[in-house]
């Protein structure tokens, strides 16, 4: 069948009618999805009443609705009461989504709730119903095997919620993993799974099903995706901001003269103040992401042009590239350890925050090289021949065309790579922390010049310094100095302060883009 032949046929249907259906159900169906997310994250309960009505009582009628729904599409489709165009095979991806729902659901029911423990006595029936299921899925007409075992699944659900055999004082005893399903765990569950699937399947619905359909409901499929994945980080977000935000924003007030007056901020967290906070962890967390950038950025940019510019692609050239994914990847607790073994022996043998800095520094180094190779690889040769072709040497090429061409991939490493470091605990416990100190370091007042080798020397970086990530682990984990709510609110300024660290390099980037484009 043409593509031609196909949108004809999409044009003759009687949309009208077909379309406010299709949408309908999508549209009840995200909802749903929402209000689960929500309720899975404890910013609702399914007890709620909404309208007089309880929220799993919502749920339950809008399971019946949706997936009466597409069980009607999918029969109206069949029986020509709308004409589509939908293929002969529903196809092996939704045969076996069905087929491994009815095995988990057979399974558990036999197992579960019939008791029949033993292995053959319920793996049998549980495998025989995902075979059947698969292949009768997959052989179905497409706008049969797209709707009925949603459709007839979210039905089964609603049914289930409305009648009360599953609420949220149900218990489900698991006896074979001696674990207990909640239902107000099961409820949000149940609906997330269902909705999404009754809308996967009214998406495809919309064009018809056939090819146009499975291509919207690939759409739909990948733009829920990306919704709740932004969405999640919005909770998490929203979630440390209201465990942390009141606690940090404690006495918070600008004064005469726009003079800002922050105590969580600016104190420290001695005997004697009136609101404790975190300015020295503030102080160490800045100094170590500062060492961190100064000692990463120049070896992994100078490597990155190295192995693009000069070296030539071969064996080494992929070593390299081997070795450098499995330093990024490398767990954090191994840097720390190899600080703590290499590092501090050498630099006075107690933990500091030069050897934070350079543990940190070696673990943001990876990305940076990977990014600024990748970042210098995207220069158009373009560039490169437009220099040559003026004269201009290989190294005034690089200097002044390719790496202000790179400079914004080259912040986005950087700032990609701070985002995960400004975090990181474990390292610092091990070679940097000693404490919850009162007072920040003074790096830049410690400075001092000799005429004698090292010729500068800073004794503020042999000591040690608390830092936001190890300050949270000691307040929340360790119950060191101060509540949980005080652990909160540090876990909020470090968001805070990782936020303002890629604003200023979003920032950054920008400027050069836009100066390169000028």
């Known amino acids: 069948m043409s593509d031609a032949y196909e949108g004809d046929v999409h044009r003759r249907m009687d949309t009208d009618w077909w379309r406010t259906v299709t949408v309908a159900i999508v549209g009840i169906a995200f909802l749903s999805m929402i209000f689960a997310a929500a309720n899975v994250f404890s910013w609702i309960t399914a007890t709620d009443v909404f309208g007089s009505v309880h929220l799993y009582t919502l749920y339950g009628i809008a399971l019946v609705l949706t997936g009466a729904g597409v069980v009607f599409v999918g029969i109206a489709s069949a029986t020509d009461i709308v004409e589509t165009r939908a293929s002969d095979k529903t196809g092996v991806l939704p045969g076996t989504l069905a087929a491994t729902l009815a095995l988990a659901i057979i399974g558990l029911v ?124 919005a909770m998490l977000v929203l979630f440390v901001t209201e465990k942390g935000a009141g606690r940090a924003m404690k006495g918070f007030h600008i004064g005469p003269g726009l003079s800002i007056h922050w105590p969580f901020v600016m104190n420290g967290s001695g005997l004697g103040v009136m609101i404790p906070g975190v300015k020295p962890a ?20 100078g490597a990155a042009v190295f192995l693009t510019e000069y070296a030539e692609r071969g064996s080494f050239t992929s070593i390299v590239d081997i070795v450098t994914n499995g330093l990024w990847s490398t767990p954090s607790i191994v840097y720390g350890l190899f600080g703590y073994a290499f590092l501090l022996p050498r630099l006075g043998g107690r933990p500091s925050v030069l050897a934070g800095q350079l543990v940190l520094g070696f673990m943001l180094l990876p990305l940076v090289l990977i990014t600024s190779r990748e970042a210098i690889q995207s220069v158009p040769d373009a560039y490169r021949d437009g220099s040559v072709a003026l004269g201009v040497t290989r190294w005034q090429t690089i200097r002044s065309v390719v790496l202000p061409a790179a400079v914004p991939g080259i912040i986005t490493g950087v700032i990609l790579g701070v985002g995960r470091i400004a975090g990181e605990t474990a390292p610092l416990i091990l070679v940097t922390a000693g404490g919850l100190n009162d007072r920040g370091i003074h790096v830049l007042d410690s400075f001092k010049f000799s005429t004698a080798p090292p010729f500068v020397t800073n004794d503020a970086l042999l000591h040690s310094s608390s830092a936001l990530p190890y300050q949270i682990y000691a307040v929340i984990e360790a119950g060191v100095s101060g509540s949980e709510e005080f652990g909160w609110a540090t876990a909020f300024l470090l968001l805070v302060v990782i936020i303002c660290f890629y604003v200023v390099g979003i920032a950054t980037r920008l400027y050069f883009q836009r100066k390169l484009n000028q």
């Open 110 to 233: 036999v197992s579960q709730t019939l008791g029949i423990s033993s292995t053959l006595g319920w793996a049998v029936p549980a495998q025989l119903a995902g075979v059947l299921v698969f292949f009768g899925v997959t052989f179905a007409p497409d706008d049969l095997g797209s709707t009925l075992p949603w459709g007839l699944f979210a039905a089964f659900v609603g049914v289930l919620l409305l009648t009360g055999v599953i609420s949220p004082e149900w218990t489900w005893k698991l006896t074979t993993f001696d674990l207990g399903i909640k239902g107000i765990i099961a409820i949000p569950s149940l609906a997330f799974v269902a909705s999404l699937l009754t809308a996967w399947s009214a998406a495809k619905a919309t064009e018809g099903f056939g090819v146009r359909g499975q291509q919207t409901g690939a759409y739909f499929l990948v733009g829920t995706n990306a919704f709740f994945m932004l969405g999640l980080l």
């Open 282 to 301: 503030i102080v160490g967390t800045f100094w170590l992401v500062l060492g961190a950038i100064l000692v990463s950025v120049p070896l992994g940019v």
